[in-house]
């Protein structure tokens, strides 16, 4: 599920992965400062409607 999102940014995974009921989360390095990728599951999310 993250690894496109890994390859595409250049993220280095550092950390177990958060699922909630809208999202997953996976705590990650970019460019070796601490981030998280976060993907939606969620139709508000995608479309930024409310």
Known sequence: MFGPY?????LV???A?????SSD???VLY???PAMLKVT????????TT
């Open 41 to 48: 599951r969620s139709d508000e999310e995608t479309t930024g």
């Open 31 to 33: 460019a070796g400062q």
């Open 13 to 15: 995974p550092d950390g």
């Open 25 to 27: 989360l996976l705590p």
């Open 6 to 10: 890994l390859k595409r940014w250049k």
């Open 17 to 21: 992965a958060i699922h909630t009921h």
